[in-house]
């Protein structure tokens, strides 16, 4: 074994090997990957291999249509196969719920070019003719999906890089890794060591183990999944073709042939947590003993499904440990803090159809400084300590699991291992009807329910039992004033005597010169993308605040603190949980705030984006005149203690002003409607702030700044597409049809020609409304074109945006 590599990859999975082989691609061969045992090892070799290119997630199913491209194309470049079976995949359903989630699944597929059929129990019984039909009201196909031989397609991808100039070495046990003072990694095995620039830990299961030595506790428990292997069936052996791939969610199994029988497998309720806490290195090629009991009911939905399975023989039952994460999407990206440790793990039992996509995509990480597409759904940074328990893991995981199949409502909350995070709040709200969701550990209220109403989400693919209740609220900010309790927010202090110029060189936009002034701005990567948005308030030359998205906490906290000058000159302490946020928005919002506050709060003395630190009631308070709803309204930041002495305070202060909460919905439909954008759907790495429509708040001529020369190079290239708002039509007889949620494919004529970042329903304005990145030549106001929703296509119109106060006069007044 070598001593010194550019990269070293722990884990010789197919994640490792997809890694290794897309490095290798673009041209980083001095590479090495360590395996313990022989490739594929770990948990891949006793995967399924199932090939499903459409699910509930747009990100993965963009990966997973690669992923299958490329194992396609393995073998004519490698000389290995990989197995590959493109014999379709069969969907089924028994609800109307589920006939709704696939007209919604068979848009998304159009915009991604996969062929997503929905037909009738009678053709989905020509397709698979061993299932009874009975209860279906439909099936959905796609003629590209399949599966492969998970050891044959690692062997494949190991090959190709080996035949670039790619090492591997098995039998290697990694022991330790460390960080020198340099800044290369060194990793210890029973082989010796090796130096290297980038470090990958590709795992596993082992992964969180291997994380700990560096510090790093990832969020993944290794999970017991079972499928059973049946013996011949007649009526499989007598099909004269293979059987497509089969699932039916009502009764969460999955099924294929697998010689003339069927493999049988799925997600169980009561899942168990194996190994938690840590591994056995030495767990090589194995399996747990069965436990059929566990999966007698998905058995038993199977055995339904296909008359003559339950008389059939059961030639082996696996039961196999993978790793599994707290929201069913796997880690990757570059570890906070640790400059050059990447992290490609955690796969959900989805590692086969995932890891050509994302292998890809760390290459490209690891080798351009970031990937080609926004990969910040799987980013590791999306979690923060709060996930490093293995207790909450396990409650967590266990939800997810057991609902793999179920319904992929827009909205859904997960609820285990909550509450975590709350403010003094928390109680009161819910006293007054509140339905919280959670973001990054923290409770927040999505909506409330009025007296008599159960406080409850009741989701759909159309409109869910909140949408009214939602309307109500939107109007009371609208027209009245409304209070959102908002302390999730992600919060920093930076000071010290070079925070100005460190913060100028981050910034894209011009920072405030004046003390008590704030400024909204982007953080743009080095090629010129959206890292993120943020505000900037500066208290003074040496102090200043910052506010960015709850959900952005570690990973925005990592990208400022990789820019941090290294001679002590600035400090950054994140200060989330130490300062509460009360958003009072509207038309009355002032009139509110006097009757509370000694404080001048007109126009003159305290304009938009100002900020001043006032009283409210009793309370200390750094009050910002920003408002997301686009009304006149402040964020009041206060110390977390005196939250509720300020919130009742306004509350018996506005009672006869109409005063009332607002959740984040009512904001979202708010924010839609001002044409605000939200990182994450409108805004991402992968956009420049000109794609997003967001080009104004660069300040390209103020100097150097992170991201200005990437920004630069793709403005010389020309701008093809760019962002552009829809207001879309109902169709006669929708009855409540049409809403958009996001990710509806965008139709001119009969070409996709983009997808909805963005969706929803603008209360206020009484319109469907929808965000879409488009050819520029169709973003001209008045363009039409059509989205499907509900597999119908609507009128969709383009519109200047903001629709709603485009002068701004509200905000400013």
């Not at 803090?337 to 890809?360: E, K, Q």
């Not at 994140?574 to 958003?583: E, F, N, P, R, S």
């Not at 306004?650 to 839609?672: F, I, M, N, P, T």
Request: proline share 6%; charged share 25%; glycine share 12%.
């Amino acid at each position: 074994m070598k001593t010194h590599a550019r990269v070293v990859i722990i884990g010789g999975g197919a994640a490792g090997a997809s890694t290794l082989y897309h490095l290798a691609h673009l041209g980083w061969t001095d590479t090495v990957l360590l395996e313990k045992g022989e490739l594929a090892s770990g948990t891949t070799w006793h995967a399924a291999g199932m090939l499903t290119q459409m699910n509930g997630n747009h990100h993965l199913a963009r990966l997973a249509v690669y992923s299958v491209d490329l194992y396609r194309r393995l073998e004519a470049e490698t000389g290995r196969s990989t197995g590959i079976r493109q014999v379709g995949s069969l969907r089924l359903a028994s609800t109307q719920e589920r006939f709704d989630e696939f007209k919604v699944f068979a848009g998304r597929a159009t915009s991604l070019g996969i062929p997503y059929e929905i037909v009738t129990p009678a053709r989905a019984r020509e397709l698979a003719p061993v299932i009874s039909t009975e209860g279906l009201l439909a099936g959905a196909h796609i003629a590209t999906d399949g599966y492969c031989d998970p050891t044959m397609l690692t062997t494949a991808l190991a090959t190709g890089a080996r035949a670039l100039g790619a090492e591997i070495e098995r039998r290697t046990l990694v022991t330790n890794t460390t960080r020198t003072p340099s800044g290369e990694w060194v990793v210890e095995t029973n082989h010796g060591s090796i130096t290297c620039e980038v470090l990958v830990n590709a795992a596993g299961q082992w992964a969180r183990d291997v994380g700990r030595w560096v510090g790093l506790d990832l969020p993944i428990v290794p999970y017991e999944h079972m499928y059973v292997v049946f013996d011949t069936m007649a009526s499989v052996a007598a099909l004269p073709a293979e059987l497509p791939t089969m699932r039916e969610p009502e009764g969460a199994f999955y099924a294929r042939q697998e010689g003339q029988g069927l493999l049988v497998g799925g997600y169980e309720q009561g899942p168990k947590a194996w190994m938690p806490e840590h591994v056995p290195t030495d767990f090589e090629s194995g399996l747990l003993p069965p436990d059929l009991e566990r999966i007698e009911p998905i058995l038993a939905a199977a055995f339904r499904r296909f008359p003559g399975l339950e008389q059939t023989g059961a030639r082996k039952i696996l039961n196999g440990p993978d790793g599994y994460t707290p929201d069913h999407r796997f880690l990757m990206g570059e570890a906070p803090g640790r400059p050059g440790y990447f992290v490609l793990a955690g796969f959900n039992s989805l590692g086969i159809i995932a890891s050509g996509g994302a292998g890809r995509h760390l290459a490209e990480w690891i080798v351009d400084g970031e990937p080609s597409a926004d990969m910040s759904p799987f980013d590791l940074r999306r979690y923060g300590d709060y996930a490093s328990d293995t207790r909450y893991l396990i409650a967590r995981i266990d939800e997810t699991y057991e609902r793999h199949y179920d319904y992929a409502f827009p909205g859904h909350e997960e609820h285990a291992g909550r509450p975590l995070k709350s403010d003094p709040l928390y109680d009161r709200l819910r006293e007054r009807g509140a339905v919280m969701g959670e973001r990054f550990g923290w409770e927040r209220p999505l909506w409330f329910a009025p007296a008599g109403v159960e406080p409850a989400d009741v989701l759909s693919f159309r409109r869910p039992n909140f949408f009214d209740h939602v309307g109500a609220e939107v109007r009371a900010v609208r027209e009245r004033v409304g209070i959102l309790d908002q302390t999730s927010f992600a919060k920093y202090e930076i000071t010290g005597p070079g925070a100005a110029a460190y913060l100028d060189r981050v910034a894209s936009g011009r920072l405030p010169t004046d003390d008590g002034r704030l400024a909204y701005t982007l953080l743009l990567t080095e090629a010129g993308g959206v890292e993120t948005d943020l505000t900037i308030t500066r208290f003074a030359a040496d102090r200043w605040y910052v506010v960015t998205a709850a959900a952005a906490e570690s990973r925005d906290q990592a990208w400022l603190e990789r820019y941090l000058p290294e001679d002590g000159s600035v400090r950054l302490a994140t200060v989330t949980g130490a300062w509460g946020v009360l958003t009072v928005a509207g038309p009355r919002s002032r009139e509110l705030l006097s009757r509370v506050s000694p404080a001048d709060l007109s126009n003159a003395a305290f304009p938009f984006r100002a900020a001043r630190e006032i009283r409210i009631g009793y309370a200390p308070v750094r009050a910002l005149r920003v408002s997301y709803s686009g009304e006149l309204g402040w964020e009041l930041h206060l110390p977390i203690e005196y939250l509720r002495h300020a919130y009742d305070a306004l509350l018996a202060a506005g009672e006869d002003l109409g005063v009332a909460d607002y959740g984040y919905r009512a904001l979202e439909s708010l924010r839609l409607e001002k044409g605000y954008p939200l990182w994450g759907e409108e805004l991402n790495p992968a956009r420049s702030p000109d794609e997003s429509g967001m080009g104004r708040f660069v300040a390209i001529d103020k100097g150097d700044f992170v991201g200005r020369e990437g920004l630069l190079r793709r403005r010389a290239a020309g701008l093809s597409r760019r962002l552009a708002c829809l207001v879309i039509d109902p169709l006669p007889g929708d009855d409540g049809e049409a809403n958009p949620f996001g990710y509806e494919p965008v139709y001119q004529g009969e070409r996709a020609v983009g997808i909805l970042d963005a969706a929803g329903y603008g209360h206020h304005l009484g319109t469907a409304i929808g965000y879409s990145v488009l050819p520029v030549e169709l973003t001209a106001p008045g363009t039409r074109l059509e989205v499907a929703i509900l597999g119908r296509r609507r009128p969709a119109f383009v519109r200047e945006y903001p629709l709603y106060d485009p002068a701004g006069a509200r905000l400013r007044g």
